[in-house]
Each structure stands twice: as structure tokens, then as C-alpha cells.
């Protein structure tokens, strides 16, 4: 079992009525029926949220999102009504806040690798597939795949693994013709991150969207959006395939948990201990210094 070391107590609004605590967002219902989404500075690892918050994530992961999403507008309409803070909620929910459409979110995590890592690597590594798919003979940790394709896993619980699965399985689980359009708008939108990434001297070797349905029946992207913690982003004068490629993601605390200096074993049922100052300091400078590179603007 694994989830939260210390689950947070949700912060009372008023007017607004607490739904969820997740991994890192807390989510609310104000009372003209939209759904308040804040970003806390919480972090995870081997689906346990750490004792530890890295301090300004959730602004970033914010401010990056909505940096994204004006970038998106063309390829598929966003969940996103106003940044607005609702009155009465704690000084700090500043940039930090979304007001966004209720959805129907569909349970399907949507993958899309155009690099060879993780969990598809291990994958690979056993069957030279990845979600079902061939995948030619040679490749490595951090190979370029042939072209980006779409692994889809089903949304886990807090604590628990989501689970990588064949496309036949989302077309069962939410119909043929949503399958190909999440297929479809999931790979057009990593096509269109990757370029720009790479572009600012960045690879996205892969990265998670979550969808909805609005009233109409129509596709819309919710959640986050190609943010350090959604996403595996290398820098791309260090790539390098056949090892672990350096990140601007959590792979800084994953290593630091995984060392004999944690004195913790990801395996076991034990929580994972806190995290020392100088984890934290540079796990926030690299999340900020991906926002800069991304986007060109000075943190702040």
C-alpha cells in the first residue's frame, strides 16, 4: 500500500465545497457549478506524495499550463474559465488557481512517447512492444522512436499504479470513435509540444493529457498540460541514448530515494522519508528553469 505520508487537511472556503485531494491539486465546487482547481507545492514518487513540498511548484505547474494551453486553442479547446481566486480563499491560492468547466473526464490516461523510457522501456525490453505496439529490434533507454506513438493506461487511485493497456481496450472502455479521437488530438499535441520544445533546445520524450466532455459532447483537455510533473523533459545538448537521460522532471528525487543516502527501499510498505534541503533546492530550480527555457519569460 502506498498514498499520502501525511494526507493534508482541506482548506474550508466558503462557498465553496471540497470534492478531492489529489497527488497535487485539491479540488472544489463554487456555487455557480464550476470546479476550483489549485495547485499545491506537494511532489510524488512510487505513487506516495512526499512529507516534503517543493516550495512555488504549484504556481509554475499553473503558470506553465496556462502558458500551454494558449498555444493549444487550435487543436483542442481547454477546460479553463478565469484565474481569478474565488473571495475568501487563503493569499497564497494566488497563481496557483484554475475556474474551469465541469467535464465528464474520461478514464484514460493519454500517452504519447516519441522517446523510448520507463515504464515502456521495461516493456519493450520484455517484448519489443510498448502498449501492444511493435517496435523495431535495437533500440535503448532514450532512443528516438520511429514516430511518436500513442500508449494509452487507465487512471489509478492515489497510491496505486496506473495500468499501461492496448488501444482495443480504450475503445472498449469509452467507444471506438472517442478512442481515435483521443488518439488522434493526443498525438497532434505532442507533435505540436515537441516542436516547440525543441525549438528552445528541450526534448519531450513523453507526456500524459487528461480529457473530458463538455455539455455538447466535445473533446476538451483539462487538468495540466506538458508541465515537469506531466511530462519528461531533457535537455537536448546532453541526450544521449543507452542511459538515463539528465531531466527537468522529479527524476532528482526519484535517484535521491532510490540512494543508500534515503536509507529507503521503494519496494517496501514503509513510507519514504523527507527530503533534505538540497533535493528540494535544486528540484525547484529545475522546475523553474524548464518553465523559463519553455516559455522565454523570467520566473517570478
Not at 88 to 110: F, H, Q, Y
Not at 187 to 205: M, P
Not at 279 to 291: L, T
Request: with cysteine.
Amino acid at each position: 500500500m502506498s498514498g499520502f505520508v501525511e494526507k493534508p487537511e482541506p482548506v474550508q472556503v466558503p462557498g465553496l465545497i471540497h470534492l478531492h485531494t489529489g497527488k497535487v491539486r485539491d479540488l472544489y465546487r463554487d456555487e455557480a457549478g464550476q470546479l476550483v482547481m489549485v495547485a499545491s507545492d506537494r511532489t510524488s514518487a512510487f505513487d506516495w506524495v512526499l512529507p516534503t513540498d517543493i516550495p512555488g511548484k504549484g504556481k509554475v505547474l499553473t503558470k506553465l499550463s496556462l502558458w500551454w494551453f494558449e498555444r493549444l486553442a487550435d487543436l483542442v479547446p481547454n477546460h479553463v474559465v478565469s484565474t481569478e481566486v474565488p473571495a475568501g480563499a487563503p493569499a497564497d491560492w494566488e497563481g496557483r488557481t484554475l475556474i474551469c468547466r465541469s467535464l465528464t473526464m474520461l478514464p484514460v490516461e493519454c500517452v504519447a512517447r516519441g522517446y523510448l523510457t520507463g515504464s515502456g522501456l521495461l516493456e519493450y525490453d520484455e517484448h519489443r512492444t510498448v502498449c501492444g505496439i511493435t517496435l523495431p529490434e535495437g533500440l535503448v533507454d532514450g532512443s528516438e522512436l520511429p514516430a511518436p506513438i500513442f500508449t494509452p493506461a487507465l487512471k489509478a487511485e492515489v497510491g496505486e499504479h496506473d495500468e499501461n493497456v492496448p488501444y482495443e481496450e480504450v475503445a472498449r472502455r469509452v467507444g471506438a470513435e472517442t478512442a481515435a479521437q483521443l488518439r488522434q488530438t493526443t498525438l497532434a499535441v505532442y507533435g505540436r509540444a515537441r516542436d516547440i520544445a525543441r525549438e528552445r533546445g528541450i526534448i519531450l520524450a513523453d507526456t500524459k493529457f487528461e480529457f473530458g466532455l463538455d455539455e455538447n459532447e466535445t473533446l476538451v483537455i483539462g487538468d495540466e498540460v506538458l508541465t515537469p510533473d506531466s511530462s519528461r523533459f531533457w535537455p537536448a545538448d546532453q541526450w544521449e541514448p543507452g542511459r538515463a537521460q539528465p531531466s527537468f522532471d522529479k527524476q532528482i528525487i526519484r535517484d535521491w530515494l532510490k540512494s543508500p543516502e534515503s536509507g529507503w527501499d521503494p519496494k517496501s510498505e514503509t513510507p519514504p522519508p523527507a527530503l533534505p534541503a538540497a533535493v528540494v533546492d535544486r528540484v525547484q530550480a529545475r522546475y523553474i528553469e524548464a518553465y523559463e527555457r519553455l516559455t522565454g519569460l523570467t520566473w517570478s
